[in-house]
């Protein structure tokens, strides 16, 4: 009897022993990973990020590169146009559905137009998502 009690005292204290690395290890883990975070927080921010690019003058297109930019729209939007139509014509899309679409596409191309074939400038003018979008006016 002495034998078992002697061996479960063993075993009790080999378990105790493996808590106690397990809780020393926890803590020197512990330790680094709040070392860590405070000699990352002590760093200063990346300031490119919040430097703004300046917006390029505007461009305006001679009238003889107009032209060769609307020949340009008006092919790959026809061809776009054969594609929905094929969609319709292979039963993929509906016909409501493809002119819904082809009614999208004459607007784009309007609008395109409309900016003298200039592609909008979109960087910089969209509020990142870290940071607080400024009010809208009413104009």
């Not at 509906?94 to 074939?117: C, P, Q, S």
């Amino acid at each position: 009897m002495n034998k078992i009690r002697q061996l479960a005292k063993t075993r009790v204290d080999k378990i105790r022993g493996v808590n106690e690395m397990k809780k020393w290890t926890l803590i020197v883990l512990a330790g680094i990973m709040m070392a860590t975070a405070s000699f990352t927080s002590l760093s200063p921010p990346v300031q490119a990020a919040e430097e703004k690019v300046p917006a390029p003058a505007e461009k305006s297109l001679t009238d003889a590169q107009k032209t060769e930019l609307e020949a340009m729209h008006k092919d790959a939007l026809q061809r776009e146009k054969d594609i929905i139509h094929k969609y319709v014509e292979y039963g993929v899309m509906t016909k409501d559905t493809a002119d819904m679409i082809l009614e999208h596409m004459d607007k784009r191309f309007e609008k395109v137009k409309a900016n003298g074939y200039i592609p909008p400038r979109h960087f910089g003018k969209l509020p990142m998502p870290h940071q607080k979008p400024e009010p809208r006016t009413n104009d």
